[in-house]
């Protein structure tokens, strides 16, 4: 396949010295500027949740700039009440219940929020000395310095430092470990429910008891990280319910406006009795264009029958994966749950550069994969994929693995 590749782009290093080029998209498949088609089940990283070329989210994009594209936070707009209230109306995991969103443009920046409003939650309640942040090894909760602080990976932090004071990196799952550091001045601890670049790591119900009840017990916010699981991404609202979280606030964002830019904290009565005028702001966060696109996807995604064909659909690309490992006498792990899944292929040569060089190969295939973790291969298909195209993903999957277990071997 001849590909669309721009070497030396005009944009930071960072990004690598050489891009392929895409040009548009259509259901579930990318299409390159030299028009080669690509099955997505990278969704532009867990964003593109309800695929592409969406004509009723385009119209009312479309529609909501001709009204009013943006008021600022002095303001408050139709389209972002709307959509606040859905919001707060949704059923919270195991909890009392939420009363406001701050909407943001970012993961990091909504993980930015929910670290403040933790230290502040505190501050207000006259505990200056309540300002530990507890995060895990495996975490990644965004490049922003506040949210890297609360990154684990070494590697993403190093140049960067000083980082946040007070911020400390646990071990994953680790109940004893939180429980000996949990004190009166740990003012929030952050979790994934799933940790979507750390390997797919999922909270054990153990450790989410563990969670609830010492944040409870000293009145630290449990902030749940859903920027990657929330949005029936793992085939519920929220994937805190999934494992037994009963978080304070829950940061959301990739999917929330159809590929747009949107977050959103979503606040319990007790935070929002303690937040003040000017406490916290962002310009564009909560704009009228992104929530009324948001709003739609929210009433697609939000539905019982939606959320439980991403289970179905879940449970089919689970076995499939199963199905070709066994055919091949591979010795795997599945991990994951609903649309976000990932294999770990135990044994030489299936390690982290082997794992970059599939995602990258199978690209030679036509699929868009990604990598998760030192060495898991991650699928995180549009919810919207069908039966026929995941069987098609994953066969173009394992096409590539074999094509590589050959020049490997
Ligand atoms: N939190 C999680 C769980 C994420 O997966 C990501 C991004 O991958 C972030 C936070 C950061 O989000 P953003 O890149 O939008 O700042």
């Not at 505190?122 to 495996?138: D, V, Y």
């Not at 076995?319 to 792990?333: H, I, M, N, P, V």
């Not at 135990?346 to 390690?351: L, W, Y």
């Amino acid at each position: 396949m001849k590909q669309a590749m721009v070497k030396h782009p005009p944009l930071p290093r960072q990004y690598g010295e050489e891009l392929l080029v895409m040009e548009r998209g259509e259901g579930c498949h990318l299409f390159d500027c030299v028009g080669n088609r690509y099955l997505d089940m990278g969704s532009g990283i867990a964003v593109n949740a309800l695929g592409y070329g969406r004509e009723d989210l385009a119209e009312i994009a479309a529609k909501q700039m001709k009204r009013l594209v943006h008021a600022s936070n002095l303001f408050a707009t139709e389209p972002q009440l709307e959509l606040a209230q859905k919001m707060v109306n949704s059923p919270a995991p195991g909890h009392a219940g939420f009363e406001a969103v701050h909407f943001g443009n970012s993961g990091a920046e909504a993980n930015e929020t929910a670290m403040k409003y933790a230290r502040l939650y505190a501050w207000r309640k006259n505990k200056p000395h309540k300002i530990r942040l507890l995060a895990f090894e495996g975490a990644f909760h965004g490049r922003t310095l506040g949210a890297l602080s609360l990154t684990a990976n070494p590697a993403y932090k190093k140049p960067f430092g000083p980082l946040v004071p007070g911020v400390e990196i646990l071990p994953f799952g680790d109940v004893e470990a939180l429980t000996t550091a949990m004190d009166q001045d740990v003012a929030g601890v952050i979790v994934e429910p799933i940790q979507g670049e750390g390997g797919l790591n999922m909270v054990s119900r153990d450790f989410a008891r563990a969670l609830n009840a010492l944040c409870q017990e000293h009145d630290a916010l449990l902030i749940a990280d859903e920027v990657q699981t929330g949005m029936g991404r793992c085939g519920s609202l929220f994937a805190s319910g999934l494992v037994g979280l009963e978080p304070d606030l829950i940061c959301l964002a990739k999917p929330l406006a159809g590929g747009l830019p949107l977050s959103a904290v979503l606040i319990p009565p007790k935070v929002n009795a303690l937040l003040a005028p000017g406490d916290h702001a962002t310009t564009f966060g909560g704009g009228p264009v992104t929530t009324a696109v948001a709003s739609a996807v929210w009433d697609i995604i939000s539905v019982p029958s939606f959320l439980a064909e991403v289970r179905r659909k879940g449970d089919i690309l689970e076995s499939l994966l199963a199905q070709e490992l066994e055919q091949r006498g591979l010795e795997g792990e599945i991990r994951g749950a609903g649309l976000l899944r990932g294999i770990r292929l135990k044994g030489t040569p299936f390690d982290g550069p082997w794992c970059s060089k599939i995602v990258q190969e199978a690209r030679n295939n036509g699929l868009i994969i990604l990598k998760t973790g030192a060495d898991v291969l991650r699928l995180a298909p549009p919810l919207v994929m069908d039966e026929a195209s995941l069987k098609e993903g994953v066969a173009l999957l394992f096409q590539t693995i074999d094509q590589n277990a050959k020049t490997t071997a």
